[in-house]
């Protein structure tokens, strides 16, 4: 193993860091989390690690200690790397409002809702915000892990590219490149990709990686030696389907297909515009507790508690509900189990919601009716992180009075409850609202603390009447560090991570001339 010393950093110029860049043959091939892997390598081995995405497009996102909003999967791969989060580490968000538009976020701050052909023609007048992003980062780390987007050989998206061989080139930076075998066609993932990058761009590219492999690797020996000899570049690793806990912010992603149903059952509403859904990541790590992404009445099922989650566009979404009956279906379920609204899901329990400003739909609606409460939306975004504890509260989940927790806001509404039940305190300002079994606030990781998780499954299951009880000591943030080292041990051994060391020995060479 290559050491601390051995990288040929150079005195005086401390902001050139080593970059190294994870680009895939396509969507959810598993970019993020090779990312967050190298990241926990650096880090146990000495070097002051940072991860990076110039472009990210999600609708799971984070709000900073400086309430600048950034993509989770930069949450995450910084976790790993055991730094602070910076929207530095993500400068561009791009949140999809509809099929062809998004909401742009530059350095934290929304930018305004382009389409998608406004935004393409727009986005090379981004560049300065990327570097100046990037440059931050290279003041503070020593490596730098670069995340793509998609796949290099979109050849439609290739001219004005800002997130891919685009940026490695902005930054002189050495690619991995990552194919998904577990959905088949990998050597011609990888080939094809290659042959449609351009010469100087098929330079760049060091190590192909083989990811998501389940089996005996010795079988497919033959085919990483065949891969090599026709692609002229080195395998760098064949890394196995990882039954990993960790945070995975794509759409795409397997826990939003889980249906199975557990002692204690979670049903949360697949809205269409659904965000922040990395809210529930906790509960999915109790055994014993499943959570379901249920878009039908026939698979609501009887669960022990329904969830409405964040929302990029509420007014849409619960029209949505509306339609297929999941409204009608949640609000007989309130009559007698506990219902908790998160963001747009606590905006849709209230009795109306009005846009003045066409910041979503337009116009007004009626909400579910389940709090007394309005919501107004509004054209500047509210975000900020958010520390205190929960309220006196009543009913089914009393026992959470007074419990902390720490979090973070982001929405574009108002909203004005009739009623002094708040369900949060956060100091001098109250937040959510309760009546009877429905509970809703604006705090996205509201459920993350030590305690909290753990005290609402016990009630589901004191009140379902099942023997099932969770260590109230469950630590979420432990778990997590555990995973990442786990994650890295895997890298280690499925990788020949003395290679990528040497693709970062070799890297900027030029530059540092």
């Not at 329904?306 to 949505?320: A, F, H, Q, V, Y």
Request: glycine share 10%; aromatic share 8%; hydrophobic share 40%.
């Amino acid at each position: 193993m290559l050491r601390y010393s051995s990288l040929p950093f150079v005195a005086g110029r401390f902001f050139m860091s080593k970059v190294i860049m994870v680009q895939g043959t396509m969507s959810n091939a598993g970019k993020s989390l090779i990312v967050a892997g190298l990241c926990r390598i650096f880090k146990q081995d000495g070097y002051q690690v940072a991860p990076f995405k110039s472009q990210n497009m999600a609708l799971n996102s984070f709000i900073t200690e400086e309430g600048l909003e950034m993509g989770r999967a930069q949450v995450m791969q910084a976790e790993a790397a055991g730094v602070c989060p910076s929207v530095c580490m993500n400068p561009i968000l791009l949140k999809p409002t509809n099929d062809v538009g998004s909401q742009v976020i530059v350095e934290g701050e929304v930018l305004g809702n382009m389409s998608a052909r406004e935004y393409f023609a727009y986005k090379k007048k981004l560049i300065p915000y990327i570097l100046k992003a990037f440059t931050k980062l290279e003041k503070q780390a020593d490596i730098i892990v670069i995340e793509g987007a998609g796949s290099p050989a979109e050849i439609n998206l290739k001219k004005d590219d800002i997130v891919n061989m685009g940026m490695a080139q902005l930054v002189d930076a050495p690619v991995l490149m990552v194919g998904d075998i577990d959905r088949g066609g990998v050597f011609a993932q990888l080939i094809g990709t290659l042959m449609l990058l351009e010469e100087e761009e098929r330079a760049r590219v060091k190590g192909l990686v083989i990811n998501k492999f389940r089996g005996d690797k010795t079988i497919l020996d033959p085919g990483v030696e065949m891969l090599e000899q026709r692609a002229g570049v080195k395998v760098a690793g064949v890394v196995p389907y990882m039954h990993l806990e960790l945070e995975d912010e794509d759409s795409l992603s397997g826990q939003l297909e889980k249906k199975e149903v557990g002692v204690i059952d979670l049903a949360v509403i697949r809205l269409p515009r659904i965000s922040n859904f990395t809210d529930f990541h906790v509960f999915e790590q109790m055994e014993g507790v499943s959570v379901r992404y249920v878009s039908s009445v026939k698979e609501l099922g009887n669960p022990d508690m329904i969830i409405l989650p964040g929302s990029k566009n509420t007014m849409g979404d619960l029209k949505w509900m509306r339609q297929n009956g999941l409204e009608s279906a949640v609000k007989k379920f309130a009559m007698y189990a506990p219902v908790w609204g998160i963001c747009g899901g606590y905006q849709m329990l209230g009795r109306t919601l009005s846009d003045p400003n066409s910041v979503e739909e337009g116009g007004s609606m009626y909400g579910m009716g389940l709090l007394d409460m309005e919501t107004v939306l509004l054209a500047e975004k509210t975000r900020k992180q958010a520390k205190g504890h929960f309220a006196k509260i009543q009913g089914i989940f009393s026992e959470l009075s007074g419990m902390e927790l720490h979090g973070y806001e982001i929405h574009m509404g108002q909203t004005v409850s009739q009623t002094r039940t708040p369900v949060v305190s956060l100091g001098e300002k109250a937040d959510g609202a309760f009546s009877g079994n429905v509970y809703g606030s604006y705090i996205h990781g509201i459920f993350d603390g030590k305690q909290i998780a753990p005290c609402i499954v016990n009630i589901l299951a004191k009140r379902k009447g099942v023997t099932w009880k969770v260590d109230v000591s469950y630590d979420y943030a432990a778990l997590k560090e555990r995973q990442y080292d786990e994650l890295a041990q895997q890298l280690r051994q499925h990788m020949d991570i003395e290679y990528v060391y040497s693709i970062l020995q070799e890297a900027r060479i030029q530059s540092l001339r």
